[in-house]
C-alpha cells in the first residue's frame, strides 16, 4: 500500500543563486539577529514564504505556526556564503535536490533584505522621509535586482487582481495574458496565486507560440504580504520591497500600462492607489493605460467597483480607466496602443523607457502606513480634502484589511483587540460597506471555503 503521510521537512545547505557571493561580517551578523534592528526574523519569513510556494493557505501566521521548527543561517565561507535550512517545506525540493525556480527566488529574498538594510535603511544617501528620496530609493532597489532594462522598448504590463478567485475568472486571466503575450508584451504581478499567476501562465504559452525566449515574469512582493502570497513557480524576476507604498510605487514605475481583474480588499487597495496617483493634477498630462476586466460573470462586480470610484472619487476618477468585459484580445488591443502612446509620450519628454520618473507621487502615497487600531480609527475619510487625498486615506483603510485579513502582526492585533474601527461620512461609508459586504459574499476576502470573521467595523460620522 502506497503512504500519504505529510513528508518531513529536509534539512540542507545551499549556495545563492547568482545574486550574492559574498557578504561582509556585519551584514551576515545582522542577518542572524533577531532584535528589532536585526534581519533574522524577516529573512525567516520571508524564505519559508518562498519554500512553501503551492501552499492553499493565505494566513501569514498559520503558516509560521505550522512550520516552527524551520529555521535558516547564513554561513560565512572562505569561498563565499551558503544558507543552511533546517526542516524546510519537502515540497520546495524534487529528490532532494531543491528545484531551480524556487532556489532563485530564495536567492532574491537575500539580496534584497540584504541590499534594503545595507544600503538603503542604513545609507544616509536616502532621505526616506523625503518624497525624492523614496522614489530614488526604490530605483535603486529595482536596479540591484537587474529590474530595469535601459535597452528594452516599454513592453510591461502590471496585471492587478485577487488571489482569491473562482476558476472562471481565473481561466479569464490566463486568456488575457495569452492575448498580451502573442503580442510580445511582459508581465508584471504581485507575483502570488490566482490573477497574479494566470496572466503569467498564458503569456508564458504565448511566448512559446511566437519563440520569445527571453520573456519576462516579473513579481513584486514585501514582507508583510509574501507569507500569504508565495510567489507563483513562473515568476522569473522575483522583487521584494521593504513596505506595501514602495510596492505599489515600483508597480507603477516600471509598468507601462495596467490591467485589473476581479478581487478584493487588496485590488481595491492598488485602485485607490492608482487613481489617487493619476488624479494629481501634475499627472494630467501623463499617459498611463488603465483598463479594468473580467469574464461575463465578473460584470456586476465592475458596477459596483465603478459605482464606488464614481461615490467618492467623482466622475473624473471614472475617466482614468476603461472597462472591457469577457473580450480578452480587445483588452490586449487597447493594452498595445496605449503603450504605443506612452512610448511617443517619454520620447518626447525624454524620459526613461524602464523607469517613469516624471510620475508625481506625493508623500501621502509614500510613507508607511501602520494599520494599528489607532491609526485605523484616526483615518480622515471624508470629503472636506482634495480627491486625491481621500484616495490616500480610502487606500490605507482597504491596507488595514488586508493586514487584518492575511498579515501575521494585523491578525494577532485583531484577535486581541477586536476590529478595526473604520468611520467618515455617512456618504462614504455606505457604499464602502456595501462594497466590503459585497467582497465576503462573493468569497474575495479568503480563499474559498475559509470562515470569513470580518476583522472591521463601519461607523458613521463617528458613531
Not at 282 to 310: A, K, L, M
Not at 413 to 422: D, H, K, S, V
Request: aromatic content about 6%.
Amino acid at each position: 500500500m502506497t503512504s500519504h503521510k505529510k513528508p518531513k521537512g529536509i534539512d540542507t545547505h545551499i549556495s545563492p543563486e547568482g545574486s550574492l557571493e559574498v557578504l561582509s561580517q556585519t551584514e551576515v551578523n545582522r542577518l542572524k539577529c533577531t532584535s528589532e534592528n536585526g534581519q533574522y526574523n524577516l529573512l525567516r519569513g520571508c524564505a519559508l514564504a518562498v519554500l512553501n510556494c503551492g501552499s492553499h493557505t493565505d494566513d501569514s501566521k498559520a503558516v509560521l505556526e505550522q512550520n516552527k521548527a524551520f529555521d535558516i543561517e547564513v554561513l560565512q565561507q572562505d569561498r563565499g556564503i551558503r544558507i543552511h535550512l533546517t526542516q524546510a517545506p519537502a515540497s520546495a525540493f524534487v529528490d532532494g535536490q531543491m528545484i531551480r525556480g524556487i532556489k532563485e527566488h530564495l536567492s532574491s529574498v537575500l539580496r534584497d533584505i540584504v541590499y534594503v538594510s545595507s544600503e538603503v535603511q542604513h545609507n544616509s544617501r536616502f532621505d526616506l522621509n523625503d518624497s525624492e528620496g523614496i522614489t530614488n530609493a526604490i530605483f535603486h532597489i529595482l536596479r540591484n535586482a537587474g529590474t530595469l532594462k535601459a535597452n528594452h522598448t516599454p513592453d510591461m504590463v502590471v496585471c492587478w487582481g485577487g488571489h482569491s478567485i473562482s476558476r472562471e475568472e481565473y481561466r479569464y486571466t490566463k486568456d488575457v495574458g495569452h492575448e498580451l503575450g502573442l503580442r510580445g508584451l511582459n508581465i508584471c504581478t504581485g507575483c502570488g496565486p490566482g490573477a497574479m499567476k494566470g496572466p503569467m501562465k498564458g503569456a508564458n504559452l504565448a511566448h512559446a507560440k511566437q519563440r520569445i525566449q527571453n520573456g519576462r515574469y516579473l513579481g513584486i512582493s514585501e514582507p508583510g504580504i509574501i507569507a500569504a502570497e508565495s510567489p507563483n513557480p513562473i515568476v522569473n524576476e522575483l522583487i521584494i520591497m521593504p513596505d506595501i507604498e514602495k510596492r505599489l510605487e515600483a508597480f507603477v514605475r516600471v509598468g507601462h500600462a495596467i490591467i485589473v481583474f476581479p478581487g478584493g480588499a487588496g485590488t481595491a487597495e492598488e485602485i485607490l492607489y492608482l487613481l489617487g496617483v493619476l488624479l494629481n493634477p501634475q499627472n494630467d498630462d501623463i499617459p498611463f493605460p488603465v483598463i479594468f476586466t473580467g469574464p461575463e460573470s465578473s460584470r456586476d462586480y465592475w458596477q459596483q467597483i465603478n459605482q464606488f470610484i464614481g461615490l467618492t472619487l467623482g466622475y473624473q476618477a471614472q475617466q482614468r480607466y476603461k472597462i472591457i468585459i469577457d473580450d480578452p484580445a480587445r483588452v490586449a488591443r487597447e493594452i498595445s496602443h496605449g503603450i504605443s502612446e506612452v512610448k511617443k509620450s517619454r520620447c518626447i519628454s525624454s524620459d526613461a523607457f524602464y523607469f517613469n520618473w516624471r510620475l508625481k507621487i506625493i508623500p501621502e502615497f509614500q510613507q508607511p502606513f501602520e494599520p494599528n487600531h489607532e491609526n485605523m480609527a484616526s483615518l480622515n475619510i471624508r470629503f472636506d480634502q482634495p480627491t486625491h487625498i481621500l484616495a490616500a486615506n480610502l487606500r490605507r483603510a482597504f491596507s488595514g484589511i488586508v493586514a487584518g485579513n492575511v498579515k501575521a502582526q494585523g491578525i494577532t492585533a485583531i484577535e486581541r483587540l477586536g476590529p478595526f474601527q473604520i468611520n467618515g461620512d455617512e456618504e462614504i461609508m455606505a457604499p464602502l460597506d456595501a462594497l466590503l459586504q459585497s467582497f465576503v459574499q462573493q468569497q474575495r476576502m479568503k480563499l474559498p471555503g475559509t470562515e470569513y470573521n470580518p476583522c472591521y467595523e463601519i461607523a458613521k460620522d463617528g458613531k
